[in-house]
């Protein structure tokens, strides 16, 4: 383990015991309370935390299961080269899964979301870097890292890695302590300060997903619900036939995103960390 992997486990490590989830599980504890009313994740999967022997290195550790690992591929040239196709991704991944919109930045819930080329890759500087780039914005989501310390921290076992590689979230299981948004280093969950169903179009609402309740941690799911009705996750579909956006399975080598990994250089967001990004993207 490398002394960046070291630091960055160590913080997680500090920020579980010390830092601002803590006191909303000791109250939570102390009153009895459970905020949590929402409907279980689509898929109805239970706990399991799979992954938390990652390996130190490698990108294609198979996960516990299917032996499958879900990955994406994320081409930013093309998202410039059509520039409402990054909204139509949004819009479309959000209107599927019921993610409230609250004006205030604070109280925002995200999935998918468009963030500046130096904020989503803050280990890959470029010294007289293109000014294209850099005023790029870059599509981001989870990443449904191999080695997810997001699912280490996790104290009920809420959020764990599924069969197929995919870090999904049970909100039943939610107490919202908030040791995953601590533990993840890339600002993918989003907490419900508010009741989410303020900030929906009820009269527009997937009644095929369930909507969440205040207190409760969500992010993106990878589509999980949509690949178990043999489809391809919604912001994928939205980009179609641009090759702006690849999924598949990272361990299969006769796989579309096998070929597309092998064919181009790609990055992932914060490599140094070990967490093992499951998406990739092509600059
Ligand atoms: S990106 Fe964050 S939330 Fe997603 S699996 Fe990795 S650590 Fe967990
Ligand atoms: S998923 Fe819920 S219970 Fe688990 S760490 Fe996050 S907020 Fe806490
Ligand atoms: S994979 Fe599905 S849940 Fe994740 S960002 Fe895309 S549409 Fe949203």
Not at 185 to 203: E, I, T, V
Request: proline residues 6%; hydrophobic residues 35%; charged residues 25%.
């Amino acid at each position: 383990m490398d002394k960046k992997r070291r630091e960055f486990l160590k913080i997680v490590g500090i920020s579980t015991l010390a830092g601002l989830g803590a006191p909303a599980v000791f109250d939570r504890l102390v009153s009895g309370s459970h905020p949590v009313q929402a409907r279980a994740s689509a898929t109805g999967a239970q706990g399991g935390a799979g992954g938390q022997q990652a390996a130190a290195a490698g990108h294609s550790q198979a996960a516990a299961g299917t032996g499958k690992r879900y990955g994406m591929v994320i081409d930013v040239r093309k998202f410039k080269q059509y520039p409402d196709l990054a909204r139509e991704c949004v819009r479309v991944c959000h209107a599927v899964h019921n993610v409230p919109h609250f004006p205030d930045r604070k109280e925002e819930i995200k999935w998918i979301w468009q963030t500046p080329y130096t904020s989503a890759f803050t280990e890959h500087s470029h010294y007289y870097r293109d000014e294209d780039l850099e005023q790029n914005q870059v599509l981001v989501l989870c990443n449904h890292c191999d080695n997810p310390p997001c699912v280490r921290v996790c104290p009920t076992k809420a959020t764990f890695r599924n069969e197929d590689g995919i870090v999904e979230m049970d909100y039943h299981r939610c107490i919202g302590c908030r040791f995953c948004m601590a533990g993840c280093p890339y600002g993918a969950r989003s907490f419900n300060w508010r009741d989410p169903r303020q900030g929906l179009d009820m009269n527009n609402l997937n009644r095929q997903f369930p909507t969440r309740m205040r207190g409760v941690v969500e992010k993106c799911n990878f589509c999980v619900e949509r690949l178990g009705r043999g489809q391809i996750p919604a912001c994928v579909e939205a980009t179609g036939n641009t090759g702006a956006m690849y999924f598949g399975d990272l361990n299969d080598p006769d796989s579309e995103i096998r070929r597309v990994l092998k064919e181009n250089f790609t990055i992932q967001r914060k490599p140094s960390l070990g967490t093992l990004p499951s998406v990739f993207f092509i600059i």
